[in-house]
Nanobody, 120 residues
């Protein structure tokens, strides 16, 4: 069993900052990529940022220069620092991780989501 638990969402004014955290726990042998996705009402889920086990990163164009993804491999945790937030960043943010367990193949796991609301 693997769980991803997110924290750090909330309500913030435009221009403000939030930091999301996501910790993986359970039967974990190794973690490859970790990332953050978001889904706004009436829209499809989209990739926000991703980071590999070697710390290579990629970002959606809409968040480049404002968001920073990082991870602590020793803690199986990924972070998303969000600065200069805009109302269009309002969404439920989901953590995802590609995990191999003891005796199991690589598969993707998702967190339960955390709401981020940016007021204008």
């Amino acid at each position: 069993q693997v769980q991803l638990v997110e924290s750090g969402g909330g309500l913030v004014q435009a221009g403000g900052s939030l930091r999301l955290s996501c910790s993986a726990s359970g039967s974990i042998f190794s973690i490859n990529g970790m990332g953050w996705h978001r889904q706004a009402p009436g829209k499809q889920r989209e990739l926000v940022a991703r980071i590999t086990s070697g710390l290579r990163t990629n970002y959606a164009d809409s968040v480049k220069g404002r968001f920073t993804i990082s991870r602590n491999n020793a803690k199986n945790t990924v972070y998303l620092q969000m600065n200069n937030l805009k109302p269009e960043d309002t969404a439920v943010y989901y953590c995802a991780a590609e995990i191999t367990g003891p005796g199991t193949d690589l598969r993707s796991y998702w967190g339960q989501g955390t709401q981020v609301t940016v007021s204008s």
